[in-house]
């Protein structure tokens, strides 16, 4: 495929170019093959293959196959086992080039067909929780580019995943990661902006989404395209706002939110709310609600092309695609998904099926996301309606003591941080200020810890101060605080020498 400008004269007798697309044919028909490795040998299922399925796609999707082999003697059930490794191999010509690998998870027998399904070698990341958050020498948490700290957790956790197609993002982040699903993590670090996939040879690839083209093929109306199903604009996935709903520390919610942004709704107000128990920090929930919000914010093109087999295409990259009756103009579409279907009793025994955009979401689906998120809040924990959260849990030793300090608290196999006075019954501790987005509109706090008995004790109190510390005010008090300041100060008086706080945290709006 190949495009082409024609130069022709206008009717003012200027020169303009008139853009003509041409979609090339290749020379050669396209070819595929499929071998298992066990751990004594490679078995060839050449000829083997009745139907297959196979997909694939970049950051959480690992991709996954299902194929049903010709097998009446059982004479391949009998020599694989499951996590024996697939491999497809496609080309147009003779097929030489890996273009997925997956670990076999179920093996089954069915007529005269052993039947095989599993996941692709990014499975590895599904199963692996992560431990990360790097410090200095004195031990405050290190800011890193977002590159960087997945190049420091494949070399911490998965040795053997080379680097070779990590691209360089200079977007810089915290780490502070504690048993958090290695595919949450991928998914924090692409963002909006990025993509990732384990490609066959177990290389990370992290790259510019819209940086990679595929210049080998296209799908063209009069040439290769079998079927487009719903291609259409999708406004019903359009939000202009997010709200993440992570998991409690101490019974504190963290609660992030993006700005809203409605200039895609015509001022109309669309909140999208979800829950996401892997998010444990604030940091980690607010890069997450900007980056849903990006991902939500355009009205994407959604439906399914099916066209012939596509045997070079690979995840995240843009192909052309022309198919002027669907009304899909000639253009590079980046592919997030696709499936290549082998099915040798069908007119078309080879097909890719690629997703446009996002799927189109249905009312079922959105009532099941409504459950869902209803069921795991179900105690409502933001009854003032609140945007963002800012919790201090004592893990780290930020923040001014007097006559206070961090008790490491032994439970189970681990423990906790509680604040305490160093001697006797009076100390507090006070926050650094923190920089808000914008100022505030509302506030609310939560504390945690032993002996509070569900209220502060009698001299117990949060204060608060929005000028950087010139005044204080007292939380649940006769005094107001004009809510004008776009920074925040908390400060924690304790009164007894019994209590300990675990954690103490603000829940606020903004007025942006």
Same mark, same amino acid.
């Given at each position: 495929?190949?495009?082409?400008?024609?130069?022709?004269?206008?009717?003012?007798?200027?020169?303009?170019?008139?853009?003509?697309?041409?979609?090339?044919?290749?020379?050669?028909?396209?070819?595929?093959?499929?071998?298992?490795?066990?751990?004594?040998?490679?078995?060839?299922?050449?000829?083997?293959?009745?139907?297959?399925?196979?997909?694939?796609?970049?950051t959480d999707t690992v991709g996954t196959f299902e194929l049903a082999i010709i097998?009446?003697?059982?004479?391949?059930?009998?020599?694989?086992?499951?996590?024996?490794e697939l491999f497809l191999y496609a080309d147009y010509g003779a097929p030489t080039t890996k273009r997925f690998r997956g670990k076999i998870e179920r093996k089954g027998y069915q007529d005269?067909?052993?039947?095989?399904?599993?996941?692709?070698?990014?499975?590895?990341?599904?199963?692996?929780?992560?431990?990360?958050?790097?410090?200095?020498?004195?031990?405050?948490?290190?800011?890193?580019?977002?590159?960087?700290?997945?190049?420091?957790?494949l070399t911490e956790f998965f040795p053997n995943v080379t680097q070779i197609n990590i691209e360089e993002n200079t977007d810089l982040i915290v780490p502070n990661y504690f048993e958090i699903p290695m595919t949450t993590v991928i998914t924090e670090l692409c963002g909006a902006t990025h993509a990732f996939f384990l490609d066959p040879?177990?290389?990370?690839?992290?790259?510019?989404?819209?940086?990679r083209t595929n210049m080998v093929e296209a799908i063209s109306e009069t040439a290769n395209h079998i079927e487009t199903s719903d291609n259409a604009k999708d406004t019903e996935n359009t939000y202009s706002k997010?709200?993440?709903?992570? &998991?409690? $520390?101490? #019974? /504190?919610?963290?609660?992030?939110? @993006?700005?809203?942004?409605?200039? +895609?709704?015509?001022g109309i107000e669309k909140e999208y709310k979800t829950d996401n128990a892997s998010v444990l920090t604030d940091t980690q929930g607010a890069y997450l609600a900007q980056s849903e919000a990006l991902e939500r914010k355009e009205a994407p093109r959604v439906g399914q092309v099916s066209a012939l087999f596509l045997p070079t295409l690979m995840p995240g990259e843009k192909l052309f695609v022309i198919i002027p009756r669907e009304d899909i103009t000639p253009d590079y579409y980046e592919v997030v998904n696709y499936t290549h279907?082998?099915?040798?009793?069908?007119?078309?025994?080879?097909?890719?099926?690629?997703?446009?955009?996002?799927?189109?979401?249905?009312?079922? &689906?959105? $009532?099941? #996301? /409504?459950?869902?998120?209803?069921? @795991?809040?179900?105690?409502?924990? +933001?009854?003032?309606?609140?945007?963002?959260?800012?919790?201090?849990?004592?893990?780290?030793?930020?923040?001014?003591f007097t006559n206070t300090q961090r008790n490491f608290i032994t439970s189970g196999l681990g423990g906790y941080y509680v604040l305490k006075t160093i001697s006797g019954a009076d100390g507090s501790w006070t926050s650094p200020e923190?920089?808000?987005?914008?100022?505030?509109?509302?506030?609310?706090?939560?504390?945690?810890?032993?002996?509070?008995?569900?209220?502060?004790?009698?001299?117990?109190?949060?204060?608060?101060?929005?000028?950087?510390?010139?005044?204080?005010?007292?939380?649940?008090?006769t005094e107001e605080a004009i809510l004008t300041g776009d920074t925040i100060i908390i400060k924690v008086n304790l009164s007894s020498a019994d209590t300990a706080i675990k954690s103490v945290g603000a829940l606020y709006s903004l007025d942006i």
């Open positions: 495929m190949a495009p082409r400008n024609i130069n022709s004269i206008g009717p003012s007798g200027n020169i303009k170019p008139i853009p003509s697309w041409i979609v090339v044919p290749p020379a050669t028909d396209s070819d595929y093959y499929f071998e298992i490795i066990t751990d004594t040998e490679t078995i060839d299922l050449a000829d083997l293959v009745n139907k297959a399925s196979i997909s694939y796609g970049v097998d009446p003697q059982k004479t391949v059930y009998n020599k694989i086992d499951t996590f024996d005269i067909y052993t039947i095989l399904s599993g996941r692709g070698n990014g499975m590895i990341f599904a199963s692996k929780n992560i431990i990360y958050s790097p410090r200095d020498s004195n031990n405050n948490p290190i800011t890193m580019a977002k590159s960087d700290v997945l190049k420091a957790i040879d177990n290389d990370a690839n992290y790259f510019l989404r819209g940086s997010v709200r993440i709903y992570g &998991s409690t $520390i101490n #019974d /504190i919610p963290i609660i992030q939110s @993006s700005a809203s942004d409605t200039s +895609n709704t015509k279907s082998f099915d040798l009793s069908s007119e078309f025994d080879k097909i890719t099926t690629i997703n446009l955009k996002k799927s189109k979401v249905s009312t079922s &689906s959105i $009532i099941r #996301d /409504i459950l869902k998120f209803n069921d @795991s809040v179900a105690s409502n924990p +933001n009854p003032q309606n609140m945007d963002y959260s800012l919790i201090y849990d004592f893990s780290t030793d930020e923040g001014t923190y920089q808000l987005a914008g100022n505030l509109s509302k506030l609310e706090f939560r504390i945690s810890g032993d002996f509070l008995e569900g209220t502060l004790p009698e001299g117990t109190k949060i204060q608060f101060s929005i000028d950087g510390g010139i005044t204080f005010y007292t939380y649940l008090s």
